[in-house]
């Protein structure tokens, strides 16, 4: 066998190994991509605090900083909204830009009125929205968000629920959260990139 010959094998070895290697790169990046993907968001209907029945599509076009939470919360859903209250203050004219949302896990004792009320103490650009307890569930599903009744002795009740800040940008994808127990320049930094983008 010639010298050319080999060489040519050889390079046929190489070239297939590296097609093999570029192939399994490839698989690789997208079975990480596939599995660090989150879905969340999608369709619904709900009520907003003024009333008006509303859609996702009502909500395109500018980013959202989404809250679940309920008007009787004794402390992380009031301590929530006054940061985020602040933080819009911090953000200056872009705040004018976000959506930041309150979804009730309270359709029960939650009605538009009550909201409407509840979100006077905080700040004037802020929504919320309600509904029947299906349209909540079916909310729930699609934004992977948790709440549960709890039941308390005296005969009423509280609502446990999911925390934090889920954040969409401004075509309804999520990109992030906000935690409680980041620090205010840190949330501050993402909300700047949440509008950015």
């Known amino acids: 066998m010639n010298l050319r010959v080999v060489r040519g094998i050889l390079w046929a070895f190489v070239a297939v190994a590296v097609l093999s290697a570029g192939l399994l790169v490839w698989k690789h990046q997208k079975d990480v991509s596939r599995s660090s993907s989150i879905d969340?968001?999608?369709?619904?209907?709900m009520t907003n605090h003024l009333g008006t029945p509303v859609t996702e599509r009502d909500y395109l076009g500018r980013p959202?900083?989404?809250?679940?939470?309920?008007?009787n919360c004794p402390d992380i859903c009031p301590t929530t909204l006054l940061r985020m209250s602040d933080l819009m203050s911090?953000?200056?004219p872009s705040a004018e830009r976000l959506q930041v949302v309150?979804?009730?896990v309270d359709p029960e004792r939650d009605t538009p009125d009550v909201l409407k009320s509840y979100l006077e103490q905080f700040d004037r650009r802020f929504s919320a929205l309600t509904g029947t307890s299906e349209q909540l569930a079916t909310f729930a599903r699609r934004y992977r968000?948790?709440?549960?009744?709890?039941?308390?002795?005296d005969g009423g009740y509280t609502m446990d629920h999911s925390a934090g800040v889920f954040l969409f940008n401004a075509k309804a994808q999520f990109v992030g959260t906000l935690d409680a127990h980041e620090t205010d320049d840190?949330?501050?930094q993402k909300l700047q990139r949440l509008l950015a983008l």
Not at 145 to 153: E, G, I, M, T
């Open 40 to 45: 969340i968001g999608g369709p619904f209907e």
């Open 64 to 71: 959202i900083a989404m809250f679940f939470g309920f008007t």
């Open 90 to 92: 911090k953000l200056g």
């Open 102 to 104: 309150l979804v009730s």
């Open 145 to 153: 968000f948790y709440y549960k009744k709890v039941l308390q002795s």
């Open 186 to 188: 840190l949330v501050l």
